[in-house]
């Protein structure tokens, strides 16, 4: 977070910063804990915005492929806007036991 500045609702409650799920994810936002009014700082919505766009590039279903003797699936060319390419680090872990995330690193 940038700057610690406080909102006051209309209520008189003031909003905490809190995960929401805003959509088909969750994202950052202003929350009052009383009335439940929701609201986005300006750099909430920027990254709301990116988040959302990212959504879009990387959400798909895609099928494993085979490079040389190992496996591989393709990423969106699109994902360069978001730091990814040939040659970048990244991290894999697993989530359950049928998933796992890929982060880039650095
Ligand atoms: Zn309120």
């Known amino acids: 977070m940038a700057k610690e500045r406080k909102i006051k609702c209309d209520c008189g409650e003031f909003l905490i910063d809190k995960l929401i799920k805003f959509g088909d994810f969750e994202t ?7 009335c439940n009014f929701i609201t986005l700082t300006k750099e909430q919505a920027e990254k709301y915005a990116k988040l959302k766009q990212l959504h879009q590039i990387i959400d798909a279903e895609r099928r ?11 990423l969106p060319d699109r994902l360069q806007d978001f730091g990814a390419k040939i040659g970048k680090k990244i991290k894999t872990e697993a989530l359950s036991e049928k998933s ?4 880039l690193v650095g």
């Open 64 to 74: 494993i492929i085979r490079i040389g003797n190992s496996m591989g699936f393709i």
């Open 100 to 103: 796992f995330k890929v982060e």
């Open 28 to 34: 950052e936002a202003m929350v009052c804990p009383k």
